[in-house]
């Protein structure tokens, strides 16, 4: 497609539980992000790849959060044994190189994750 | 704390009014990016401004950085339903990492 892609759109989950999220960047970027978003609130950073670069983990809140980049690509983002506190909406940008100013950030959708 | 402090968190007006929304740091910033969100979707990119005290004019809406590039404004003139959605600005230092505000959400009422 065009756009960033992710999926699942919509994933609910219980508590304790795994949740795999993927992310499909445009085609040649080759900068990807993972930001989350609480409700109607500003994006929190967890995590950056830039090419075959180690990844900017900077922002993962906790070590049951993990992402991998496979192939300078898909990307996704894995929570380890879910809490109710990881209820957000999980958005992926990409952009086509590492600069900000010439390459803005294009976004998928989001998933809303619901940890019940 | 906030790196990228927003005002004011929500804003109610009517169609055909003007308003600004502040996006403010003690930072220095590369640049300075402005996103608008719609319910569902995500972040759209408006402008980026790079250069202190640069003023940027899209259709009726204009962006301005600061001089010492650590602030910015986003001026709406004449506000439609259609401005409504979530006002993102979001900076960018060393590492090309780009830090948000919290964002101001806008409603326009016909």
């Known amino acids: 497609g065009a756009g960033v892609s992710q999926s699942p759109s919509n994933k609910v989950t219980e508590k304790g539980k795994d949740v795999e999220l993927r992310c499909d960047p445009i085609?040649?970027?080759?900068?990807l992000y993972w930001y989350r978003q609480s409700l109607g609130q500003g994006l929190e950073f967890l995590i950056y790849f830039q090419g075959n670069s180690a990844p900017d983990k900077s922002g993962l809140p906790s070590d049951r959060f993990s992402a991998e980049r496979t192939g300078g690509s898909v990307s996704t983002l894995t929570i380890q044994r879910t809490q109710q506190e990881d209820s957000a909406v999980y958005l992926c940008?990409?952009?086509?190189?590492?600069?900000?100013?010439?390459?803005?950030?294009?976004f998928g959708n989001g998933t809303r994750l619901t940890v019940t | 704390t906030q790196l990228l402090e927003q005002s004011p968190q929500f804003l109610s007006i009517q169609e055909g009014e003007n308003l600004t929304v502040y996006c403010n740091s003690s930072?220095?910033?590369?640049?300075l990016q402005w996103y608008r969100q719609e319910p569902g979707e995500g972040p759209v990119l408006l402008v980026t401004v790079v250069t202190g005290g640069e003023v940027k004019k899209l259709k009726r809406l204009t962006f301005q950085f600061g001089d010492a590039r650590k602030d910015s404004s986003l001026h709406i003139t004449a506000a439609q339903p259609g401005d409504t959605g979530l006002y993102l600005c979001a900076g960018a230092r060393r590492g090309n990492k780009l830090v948000f505000g919290a964002g101001t959400i806008l409603r326009v009422k016909s």
């Open positions: 940008a990409s952009s086509r190189t590492a600069s900000s100013y010439n390459s803005p950030l294009h």
């Open positions: 085609s040649g970027h080759t900068a």
């Open positions: 930072s220095v910033f590369s640049s």
